[in-house]
């Protein structure tokens, strides 16, 4: 049971590289808080601090409502769970799993416990005499998660664990985390810059620009209500058609003061047959340029405005490359953004 409180937290490196510009985040005891964002916003800069494997310039860690800055990685009871597993070769998956309750002077038969328990929550009681070459990626990354587990840490931090793994086992192993975590209760926090693992994994989704927090708070709340341009074109795949609005370029009806861009998804254009829109609505006439068939639904990539936008559409696709068509999009389903970007409404 444990909360952890991020208070204005810095970092600046040697060479006055600030990679983390004052961030805040307040994380629920039990809840799996998801870091997201592109490369080098210092993602895992700010994990690394919650850890205790970087120093804090400025601000506070709390775990608890204790202050950690001070207190040493192996003193602050957490767990860490990397892309790379960092399983010993040479080890059997039972040893990798004791190590750590090795190293603490656990009594002998308080880590066999541990362990047997652990690999019963994990599926690994088969494989506990084995050795990580003889194990399949998705068992890897379940050993790495069992070592973090066995030592019933307060706070498990996961960096990118899944980025090394194919497309197939990331999913399952998404949805073995999260109900993992889920069932164990230990709060959490996970790093990643894949915007579906940080959907559906997330509680708590923060979403990181250059250093601070552009967008914090329930995964689907941000994908309908995005705060800046950079978030909606961030979260969601593929991302929200933007267009830019106003004097001499692109007309749209209801158009609040100050708007300089227009933003829908994909899957809220509809291709209409008449020239007839709702009076409320954007209209656009569309070239297709390209049709991508993904089975349920299609995407048609098309040439709009002076812009490029995707619009989804279900099952297979009627359009063809060449084909012009009317797109709307309902007013209830357009995000509008100032000059700066923010979003206005
Ligand atoms: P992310 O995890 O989001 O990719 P990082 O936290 O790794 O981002 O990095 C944030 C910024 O800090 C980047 O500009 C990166 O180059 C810089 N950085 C990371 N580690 C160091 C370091 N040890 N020394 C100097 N700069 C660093």
Redesign the pocket.
Known sequence: MATVDLNDVR?V???N?E??KGVSIAIPDGKLCVLV????????????MIAGL?TITAGTVSIDGKVVNAIGPTDRDIAMVFQNYALYPHMKVYDNMAYGLRNRGTPKDEIDRRVRETARTLELEQLLERRPRELSGGQRQRVAMGRAIVRNPKVFLFDEPLSNLDAKLRGQMRVEIKNLQRSLGVTSVY?T?DQLEAMTLADLLVV?NA?KVEQAGDPLDIYEKPASIFVASFIGAPPMNLLPVGQGSLPANGMPAGAATIGFRPEDAEVVTTKEASGDALALDADVEAVEPVGAESFLYCAAAGSRIVVRVAGRAVARPGDRLRVIARAEKLHWFDSAGRRIG
Do not use: D, F, Q
Not at 37 to 48: A, D, E, I, Y
């Open positions: 970092k490196y040697a060479g590289v990679a983390v964002g592109p490369s080098g916003c210092g993602k895992s800069t700010l994990l690394r970087e790093v810059h990181m250093g």
